[in-house]
């Protein structure tokens, strides 16, 4: 071999050399750099997961200032609304703050809701519950869309729900002991809404 060949093969291991080096380099590296990315995704789960304890404790604290507000009924809280609204701006400002407009699932939660709202609203009114048959004439439903199960409907002297296509929300009423009547949804009444307590 003559020198320059010599000088080639050199030239060729030493080019090797630095390649396998800055291989091996790269393999360091990235092992650093994947090691770097879990802890970030680690931190980043830590950040998310605090940010979500706030986002409860927040909610907690929000309810806890309603039902102090309100009134606390088996597993809710109930906050009343004098201001006369139409059933679906009612709905709506239930919903901005949280709630939904009070429904009651048994005889015992609508009889304290009924005693509330005598309390809080007055002896001769009408509030709004979050029921309504708009889909389908006489099959009520509640906000979620779900069929109502309890009903207190006052049948003994106008034998409820009477208005037809014409009266698609409920109201409960203190002037009759808290018995439900169909209504306009444009009629204006009070409301209460309801949290669910966590």
Same mark, same amino acid.
């Given at each position: 071999?003559?020198?320059?060949?010599?000088?080639?093969?050199?030239?060729?291991?030493?080019?090797?050399?630095? %390649? !396998?080096?800055?291989?091996?380099?790269?393999?360091? *590296?990235?092992?650093?750099? +994947?090691?770097?990315?879990?802890? /970030?995704?680690?931190?980043?789960?830590?950040?998310?997961?605090?940010?979500?304890?706030?986002?409860?404790?927040?909610?907690?604290?929000?309810?806890?200032?309603?039902?102090?507000?309100?009134?606390?009924?088996?597993?809710?809280?109930?906050?009343?609304?004098?201001?006369?609204?139409?059933?679906?701006?009612?709905?709506?400002?239930?919903?901005?703050?949280?709630? %939904? !407009?009070?429904?009651?699932?048994?005889?015992?939660? *609508?009889?304290?809701?009924? +005693?509330?709202?005598?309390?809080? /609203?007055?002896?001769?009114?009408?509030?709004?519950?979050?029921?309504?048959?708009?889909?389908?004439?006489?099959?009520?439903?509640?906000?979620?869309?779900?069929?109502?199960?309890?009903?207190?409907?006052?049948?003994?002297?106008?034998?409820?729900?009477?208005?037809?296509?014409?009266?698609?929300?409920?109201?409960?009423?203190?002037?009759?002991?808290?018995?439900?009547?169909?209504?306009?949804?444009?009629?204006?009444?009070?409301?209460?809404?309801?949290?669910?307590?966590?």
């Amino acid at each position: 071999m003559d020198g320059r060949g010599v000088w080639m093969v050199c030239c060729l291991l030493l080019l090797a050399h630095c %390649s !396998l080096q800055q291989t091996s380099s790269k393999k360091r *590296n990235g092992k650093k750099d +994947s090691a770097n990315s879990a802890a /970030i995704e680690e931190l980043k789960k830590q950040i998310d997961d605090i940010v979500q304890e706030l986002n409860v404790l927040k909610e907690q604290q929000a309810l806890q200032t309603i039902c102090l507000k309100g009134t606390k009924i088996l597993g809710k809280c109930f906050l009343a609304n004098p201001a006369k609204k139409n059933f679906h701006a009612a709905s709506d400002d239930c919903i901005a703050k949280g709630g %939904s !407009l009070s429904t009651p699932l048994t005889g015992e939660e *609508n009889d304290q809701l009924y +005693s509330y709202v005598r309390q809080s /609203i007055g002896p001769e009114e009408q509030i709004w519950l979050g029921i309504n048959d708009m889909v389908t004439d006489n099959h009520w439903v509640d906000q979620s869309g779900s069929s109502v199960r309890f009903k207190n409907w006052e049948t003994e002297i106008t034998l409820q729900p009477d208005g037809g296509p014409s009266q698609n929300c409920a109201v409960l009423s203190t002037t009759a002991n808290g018995k439900w009547f169909d209504e306009n949804c444009r009629a204006e009444k009070a409301s209460v809404c309801e949290f669910n307590i966590v």
